[in-house]
């Protein structure tokens, strides 16, 4: 079966309650070996095939692809860890794709950068100006 290529017909297949979880796999794969990961994703997702989202987790931090991660974060918060989140962000930087390092950094910013971020509140009143 070749996979979907109008995207009415692949959201017919993706949401039709009598589609099977071996066929919502197999579609899934078809788009993997088209490299057509984001798809992939929507497929293996809808299967619950952890087999295949971890596959396209290594194919992510591997490649640097910061968007395939944090869609496989929002499905599962546990999935990711901090250290591929880390790997990532270095295969990003190294390939020339600073967007998705900088947003790696801005949800995971380094520890010491998290110590700076955390300053105490000012409390209401003690400001400079709140005696003017």
């Known amino acids: 079966m070749a996979f979907p290529t109008h995207y009415i017909k692949k959201r017919d297949l993706l949401h039709n309650e009598k589609t099977t979880l071996q066929t919502l796999t197999q579609t899934g794969r078809e788009f993997l070996a088209a490299e057509r990961y984001s798809d992939a994703l929507d497929f293996f997702e809808k299967a619950k095939d952890l087999t295949a989202l971890n596959e396209i987790k290594q194919l992510a931090v591997k490649t640097g692809d910061a968007f395939l991660l944090s869609r496989l974060d929002r499905y599962d918060r546990t999935m990711?860890?901090?250290?591929?989140?880390?790997?990532?962000?270095?295969?990003?930087?190294?390939?020339?794709?600073?967007?998705?390092?900088?947003?790696?950094?801005?949800?995971?910013?380094?520890?010491?950068?998290?110590?700076?971020?955390?300053?105490?509140?000012?409390?209401?009143?003690?400001?400079?100006?709140?005696?003017?």
């Open 80 to 132: 990711v860890s901090r250290e591929e989140w880390d790997a990532c962000a270095r295969q990003a930087e190294s390939d020339g794709r600073g967007s998705f390092a900088k947003f790696i950094a801005k949800k995971y910013p380094p520890p010491e950068a998290a110590a700076v971020a955390e300053k105490p509140a000012i409390l209401p009143g003690a400001a400079p100006l709140s005696e003017v």
